[in-house]
């Protein structure tokens, strides 16, 4: 079992570009949620995805999308990338139907730098 | 607005010794009580979880201890090693409404423990 993988391992981007980061869920799993955390920061939740839908939303911006694909993989997109957006970028994995709750598993996450 | 708050921040013990970190919430609508431990450069790795209908959970050297009244919980680490050393995370999750599955996480303690 490969775990939650995630691609790329580190980025650097420009102020004002756009940028893809990818997801791979655990086997079994078919939700994804997404969390970004700054320098010393605890992970903020960013939005979840179940069954290609956006199901819950954190306090960002429109500037951040995602999109999930039907093998449950997922992808987070920003655009007009601001020097504030550099940060870990987290993605989880859980499945939806756990009894009492989805327990979520965390990749490696991508390291995002923006000068 | 901090959803779970931590602490310390920082935190030093001899190998061999008991490593207490701190953690209080508001939200009475939180039921799940998860511990993730954070190695430099890797996403964080659950490592213990609990829910508010028992006082406390033991996993091998990790102790939750959890205080509904008080609303608040700790991870007690027994005998800490070197290998010990990271960075713990406490976080809580909401049982029902739009906000199932977001996980709100406090800032962090950084465990360092000398040999």
């Known amino acids: 079992d490969a775990g939650v993988t995630q691609s790329p391992t580190h980025l650097i981007k420009t102020r004002g570009q756009q940028v893809t980061l990818r997801c791979s869920p655990k086997?079994?799993?078919?939700?994804v949620s997404w969390y970004q955390q700054a320098l010393g920061q605890g992970p903020q939740f960013i939005f979840q995805?179940?069954?290609?839908?956006?199901?819950q939303r954190g306090n960002f911006p429109d500037r951040f999308s995602g999109h999930q694909f039907p093998n449950y993989s997922s992808e987070l997109n920003v655009n007009a990338l601001l020097l504030g957006d550099s940060a870990l970028y987290l993605c989880?994995?859980?499945?939806?139907?756990?009894?009492?709750?989805?327990?979520?598993?965390f990749g490696p996450g991508t390291r995002l730098l923006v000068l | 607005q901090q959803q779970v708050k931590q602490s310390p921040q920082s935190l030093i013990v001899q190998k061999g010794g008991i490593s207490i970190i701190n953690c209080a919430y508001e939200n009475t609508a939180f039921d799940y009580f998860p511990w993730y431990q954070q190695f430099p450069g890797k996403g964080p790795a659950l490592l213990i979880a609990?829910?508010?209908?028992?006082s406390e959970k033991k996993e091998g050297r990790f102790t939750i201890s959890f205080n509904k009244s008080a609303k608040q919980f700790s991870l007690h680490i027994m005998d800490s090693q070197p290998g010990d050393s990271a960075t713990y995370f406490c976080?809580?999750?909401?049982?029902?409404?739009?906000?199932?599955?977001?996980?709100?996480f406090g800032r962090g303690t950084q465990l360092t423990v000398w040999p």
């Open positions: 086997s079994g799993h078919d939700t």
């Open positions: 609990i829910r508010p209908d028992v």
């Open positions: 995805y179940y069954e290609e839908e956006e199901r």
């Open positions: 989880a994995s859980s499945f939806m139907g756990q009894v009492h709750g989805a327990t979520q598993y």
């Open positions: 976080a809580a999750r909401r049982g029902r409404g739009s906000t199932l599955g977001r996980l709100y």
